[in-house]
């Protein structure tokens, strides 16, 4: 199957729009290679599918976060969706979680596997004030850096009195964490709502996860429903 590219919501079927994230390097079509989709239909997940293919200059331009609300989600909304999750892989991660900062109101559940958080000088700070829920957000000049306001976004799910979307995060046991800070999200997420499985950052460690992120997120919704839909525009 084609790669799939912004802009693309066409004719809703279901309630739930899941959208796909990509990674830095790869295209949309590298969800059907390790069976993602498949695996969705198997589980007879109820939604429809929006696999995005992205390009380096949308996330070095931070232009896929705008994008994304533009032609994808508002649209989403417009046409009657009731819930729409974004699924990241690295580099997608972090646009699934910046997008929900930012349009709070498009997004109604998250999954990141092996999100980029930022550098290291950042989670190793977070690391020495003793977690997340302890750190300090910094001053207004350093809030400059869109990371920080994002790891200060990610301070809500550690403060059960503000509100956040739904948020599965998933990684590779053997990542290096010290540069990641994955356990730093971890902590603050309940137990149930995060997987490691034994290997590093990449396919190989996601796959495995994928099916048991589908019983745990959509697995209550999960019974079969006619009319499957997958979203999609050619080039």
Request: proline share 7%; aromatic share 12%.
């Amino acid at each position: 199957m084609a790669s799939i590219e912004l802009p693309s919501v066409p004719t809703r079927v279901h309630q739930r729009l899941i959208v796909l994230l990509p990674g830095l390097s790869d295209h949309a079509d590298i969800f059907f290679k390790y069976g993602f989709e498949q695996d969705l239909r198997s589980a007879g997940v109820q939604a429809d599918l929006c696999f995005v293919d992205t390009r380096v200059r949308h996330y070095t331009e931070r232009e896929i976060i705008e994008r994304l609300r533009t032609e994808i989600l508002e649209p989403a909304r417009v046409s009657g969706y009731r819930e729409i999750w974004i699924v990241g892989v690295s580099v997608g991660g972090f646009a699934a979680l910046y997008t929900a900062k930012k349009y709070p109101h498009l997004v109604d559940g998250i999954v990141v596997f092996s999100p980029f958080l930022g550098r290291m000088a950042k989670t190793m700070e977070i690391r020495r004030a003793g977690g997340l829920a302890a750190w300090t957000p910094p001053t207004a000049k350093e809030r400059r850096d869109f990371t920080v306001r994002l790891w200060e976004w990610l301070q809500g799910y550690a403060q059960p009195d503000v509100e956040r979307p739904p948020l599965y995060l998933a990684y590779g046991a053997y990542e290096n964490d010290f540069y990641w800070g994955y356990s730093l999200l971890a902590q603050v997420l309940p137990p149930d709502r995060v997987t490691t499985y034994e290997g590093i950052h990449g396919w190989r460690s996601w796959k495995p996860m994928w099916p048991g992120i589908i019983a745990q997120v959509w697995g209550a919704h999960a019974e079969p429903e006619p009319g499957d839909s997958v979203l999609a525009t050619s080039r």
